[in-house]
Nanobody, 116 residues
Framework: QVQLVESGGGSVQPGESLRLSCAASGSRLSFTVLGWYRQAPGNQRELVASVSWGGSTQYGDSVKGRFTISRDNAKNTATLQMDSLKPEDTAVYYC??????????WGKGTLVTVSS
């Protein structure tokens, strides 16, 4: 059973930065696509960014140029660097791992609040 644990959330002011981390246990994340999603109150969960095993990245339009996703395959971790945060970035952020066999796993989420 794969377990994903997010950390690094918190409260910041607009324009500041946060760094989220996702640590996996129970299985190697070989050949997975790792993603960060977010869900704000009243909204559907949306893709923030994803990174393939080989390092190819994809970003949601609202975070392009501000957020950077990365992964460390040796350490079984994924990171989301969030810069120039805006109030509309406020949400619960979830880590996701999609395996080639079709299985998908989610963390429990970490709250990010951006407010002045």
């Amino acid at each position: 059973q794969v377990q994903l644990v997010e950390s690094g959330g918190g409260s910041v002011q607009p324009g500041e930065s946060l760094r989220l981390s996702c640590a996996a246990s129970g299985s190697r994340l070989s050949f997975t696509v790792l993603g960060w999603y977010r869900q704000a109150p009243g909204n559907q969960r949306e893709l923030v960014a994803s990174v393939s095993w080989g390092g190819s990245t994809q970003y949601g339009d609202s975070v392009k140029g501000r957020f950077t996703i990365s992964r460390d395959n040796a350490k079984n971790t994924a990171t989301l660097q969030m810069d120039s945060l805006k109030p509309e970035d406020t949400a619960v952020y979830y880590c996701n791992a999609d395996f080639r066999n079709g299985r998908s796993y989610w963390g429990k989420g970490t709250l990010v609040t951006v407010s002045s």
